[in-house]
């Protein structure tokens, strides 16, 4: 099985074959989430351009590219804050829709944005059950809440928070990047997307980060990982997707790659690197 | 608060992550020292301890508005006339000149709690005021109205004069219309809603002075006629001494009994709660309040006949204060409301309907403007374009800001519209018995709003948004 390449496809214009090939890249599981030949402009931008994409489950897949490479488009694509014009997903095998968030969470997609949509003002559990309350009748049940609320903190190793009554604004960074990730694992997800989930963050809390993901992983989630941190991708993946200027240019298990070929798929689309031709060398179609 | 500001102020980027370790320690000590201290606190003493620590940390809550309600209580007691300040009869009085700014401050906070403005809402106030005071009317040459449809006939109730709750129930089905097109307006046509109320604001305006035709003003009565004593009630009667104080005891032992066992449940189940020391102090403060208002209000302050009893205006605001607290603070829809306001976009992408949330703000606080229009008529004992509802809309926002409701959105509780229209009142009321004039009255009020807005641009630059929907 090898990585496989789309720079000589891309750079020729055509259309990119490669379906079957794509789909035993996940050790010859059917993947959780599955794209296929996904294109998304904005005006005259193409953002993407006949992207494929596996998210296998039990697997951290790091999504890697440059600035612009169209990382955040494709998560949102898949996030359902974005339309693609064309393409497919199939979820489980089966051929889905995503037109909205409330699609994607109801499939057991939970997003954790770049900029961690928390509400400040609010406090944990407030934010962890935001637009999901748990009601009886009118008034909303806050005991059976905090209840929950506490308890995935504590499956998650979240242990450092005074108490989980406190506003949101009173945490670091690390912190809020936690919540955020409980916040997505709390519906019985099945696939969590992290946007950028250390920038910003020191060493001990991006540690605390990258070792939540893991724990992610570990409960049988599929799990994709945005950052253009390379430390942080290779600490954790266990598969490497490399997006430029909107294609998917290299997609694999991370054994197959280095620093370096990662760097050169992300700044020039292609790599020419030994690791590479060791694996099996490019796919030209 | 160095720590807080690097906090609130700095995200280092990526390749700052050194320097971001070490600072790591003391961001956390920081973030500490602002929590809520109900939140960690085991006992009364820890409580009060943490509590100062908020305080002195810039989010000071309820306490600069208490203070402030404290400061200028001694100084009008001192300085007025034999101490009439704190005279039963003038603080019966003060409370009613201070309701209409009390439900106005509470409307208003439904658009300030998005970090939005109503500007309209003082003549929105003014059409509930005389949608009710009309329908209560005798058909006939004193009736106002000059308008198509409604000429001389009103219908449904052809010929006939409303029943007063009819008459209450379209003077707030019409405002809430009202709302409902400002907020159409705001989220759909993507106006500005500072524009928007504004030009709601001059509308409303001409359209009450339309409605209300030549005559230029309605007149509702005392006397026993029709429904319309009902409505001159709202503010002016009073309720029998003997029912003020069952009624008190039912209310307090009611709310007593529900913060009690609600908060030994959470304790029990090892929820976040506060200690049994603060919620015995909370149920006894609100019922020696209680006892207070009622004991003040009993006391005969008639001049030449017996007047006595609780004005119905109590428990009128008391009942939208509930009603309104119960909303924001314990229903989805209110959580929705402080989750718009504190961030729209984290809102918006856990699927709340962050439009319909803002178009219902702007309802419901056009909703309870029509309820200070009800009050405002009784008041005056009609509606006349005298009212001054551009001052009115400004005393409301300087009311709600005063309390403790931030400009800024996602903070802000319906008590603070209370406590701020109090204060407002007291200032007016204190002033005109020390025999100053308008001017001083304004420029008092603008004093005390530049205060409270200064204390809450302070805060949030300090401690971040920190008093939280719960708080």
């Known amino acids: 099985m090898g990585v496989t390449t789309y720079a000589e496809g891309a750079a020729g214009g055509a259309p990119v074959p490669g379906s079957e090939a794509l789909g035993t890249a996940a050790a010859g599981t059917e993947p959780l989430l599955k794209l296929r030949g996904i294109d998304k402009h904005f005006g005259a931008v193409q953002a993407l351009y006949q992207v494929d994409l596996d998210l296998p489950a039990g697997q951290v897949t790091g999504l890697c590219g440059d600035n612009g490479a169209g990382k955040s488009v494709l998560t949102k694509c898949i996030a359902g804050i974005h339309q693609p014009d064309h393409g497919e997903m199939f979820w489980d095998g089966r051929p889905i829709h995503i037109r909205t968030p409330k699609d994607a969470a109801s499939l057991g997609i939970e997003t954790v944005y770049q900029d961690l949509a928390l509400a400040d003002n609010l406090d944990i559990v407030q934010n962890m059950f935001l637009g999901r309350e748990r009601a009886h009748r009118f008034l909303l049940d806050e005991d059976s809440m905090e209840r929950a609320a506490a308890e995935t903190l504590a499956s998650l190793h979240v242990t450092t928070v005074r108490s989980i009554r406190q506003p949101v604004a009173t945490l670091s960074g690390g912190q809020r990047q936690a919540v955020a990730v409980a916040k997505a694992v709390m519906w019985n997800s099945k696939l969590v997307l992290l946007d950028e989930p250390t920038a910003a963050l020191g060493v001990a809390q991006t540690k605390m980060v990258l070792d939540l993901v893991r724990r992610l992983r570990d409960h049988g989630l599929a799990v994709m990982v945005i950052s253009h941190n390379l430390n942080d991708v290779f600490e954790v993946a266990d598969r490497i997707a490399i997006l430029h200027l909107g294609r998917m240019v290299a997609q694999d298990r991370l054994a197959v790659f280095d620093r370096q070929s990662v760097v050169d798929f992300m700044t020039t689309g292609g790599s020419s690197r030994e690791v590479l031709a060791s694996a099996s060398g490019p796919r030209r179609d | ?471």
């Open chain 2, 1 to 471: 608060m160095a720590g807080v500001e690097d906090e609130q102020g700095s995200k280092p980027a990526p390749d700052d992550i050194v320097a971001e370790a070490e600072a790591a320690p003391d961001l956390t000590a920081a973030a500490v020292e602002v929590i809520p201290p109900e939140i960690v606190a085991q006992s009364l003493g820890q409580y009060l301890k943490a509590w100062s620590v908020r305080v002195r940390g810039g989010d000071a809550g309820i306490l600069p508005v208490v203070g402030a309600l404290l400061a200028v209580t001694i100084v009008f007691q001192i300085m007025s006339p034999k101490g009439v300040f704190l005279s039963p009869g003038n603080l019966v009085n003060l409370f009613i000149q201070s309701c209409v700014f009390i439900v106005l401050a509470m409307a208003e906070s439904f658009a300030l709690l998005l970090g939005e403005i109503d500007l309209s809402i003082g003549y929105v106030a003014a059409i509930g005021g005389i949608v009710a005071a009309l329908f209560v009317q005798s058909p006939g040459p004193s009736f106002g109205l000059s308008i198509g449809p409604f000429n001389g006939q009103v219908w449904p109730f052809n010929g006939q004069v409303w029943p007063w709750w009819a008459a209450i129930i379209a003077a707030l089905l019409v405002c809430a219309a009202i709302g409902a097109l400002h907020g159409f307006i705001i989220t759909r046509l993507r106006v500005p809603a500072f524009i928007v109320t504004l030009a709601g604001y001059l509308a409303w305006f001409g359209v009450m002075i339309l409605i209300l035709g030549p005559s230029g003003g309605v007149n509702i009565s005392s006397a026993l006629l029709n429904d319309q004593h009902i409505l001159f009630q709202l503010v002016w009667g009073n309720i029998d001494p003997v029912i003020g104080w069952i009624a008190l005891a039912v209310m307090v032992g009611l709310l007593g009994g529900w913060m009690w066992f609600g908060d030994a449940g959470r304790r029990r189940s090892g929820l976040v709660a506060p200690p049994p020391g603060l919620t015995a102090a909370k149920i006894a403060f609100v019922a020696a309040a209680g006892i207070a208002v009622v004991a003040i209000c009993n006391v005969n302050r008639g001049l030449q006949l017996p007047v006595e009893g609780v004005p119905w205006a109590v428990p009128i605001v008391l009942f939208v204060l509930a009603v309104w607290t119960v909303l924001l603070e314990r229903t989805e829809f209110g959580r929705h409301m402080y989750a718009v306001g504190g961030n729209a976009e984290a809102a918006r992408r856990a699927g709340i309907n962050v439009s319909g949330i803002r178009t219902m703000a702007f309802v419901l606080c056009s909703f309870t403007a029509g309820i200070a229009g009800l009050l405002y008529s009784s008041q005056q004992g009609g509606m006349n374009t005298n009212i001054n509802g551009g001052q009115l809309v400004l005393y409301a926002v300087a009311a709600a800001v005063i309390g403790g409701t931030s400009l800024f959105g996602g903070r802000g509780r319906a008590i603070h519209g209370v406590l701020g229209g109090l204060t407002i009142g007291a200032i007016y009321n204190g002033l005109y018995l020390l025999g100053f004039e308008v001017q001083w009255q304004l420029i008092a009020t603008g004093l005390v709003l530049l205060a409270a807005v200064t204390i809450d641009a302070l805060s949030r630059r300090g401690a971040g948004s920190v008093s939280a929907a719960h708080a």
